[in-house]
């Protein structure tokens, strides 16, 4: 199994920033694409960014050059670093792993709890 631990979120006004981390345990798994969704009230949950064992990003059009993902592979953690942030922006944020476990070659997607991001004045 691979826990998933969220930390960030929270309340800004438009045009602040947040940083969104995640940290990623499971010794027999290697994590091989980690990342972040969202979901807005009424909405259906959407790709924010992702990004690749080996550095490859893939970023959502509404977020790029605002939003940047980064990941410590040594640490297993995903950050999640956004900048002038809109009020549409707003969501609950999820972290999620693709994971390979190591002795089997079978891949898995894990996804955290959550985190709420609120941007309102």
């Known amino acids: 199994q691979v826990q998933l631990v969220e930390s960030g979120g929270g309340l800004v006004q438009p045009g602040g920033s947040l940083r969104l981390s995640c940290a990623a345990s499971?010794?027999?798994?290697?994590?091989?694409?980690m990342g972040w969704h969202r979901q807005a009230p009424g909405k259906q949950r959407e790709l924010v960014a992702d990004?690749?064992?080996?550095?490859?990003?893939n970023d959502a059009d509404s977020v790029k050059g605002r939003f940047t993902i980064s990941r410590d592979n040594a640490k297993n953690t995903v950050h999640l670093q956004m900048n002038s942030l809109k009020p549409e922006d707003t969501a609950v944020y999820y972290c999620?792993?693709?994971?390979?476990?190591?002795?089997?070659?079978?891949?898995?997607?894990?996804w955290g709890q959550g985190t709420q991001v609120t941007v309102s004045s």
């Open positions: 999620y792993v693709e994971a390979r476990e190591l002795m089997s070659g079978r891949r898995f997607a894990y």
């Open positions: 990004i690749t064992s080996g550095g490859s990003t």
């Open positions: 499971g010794s027999s798994f290697s994590m091989d694409v």
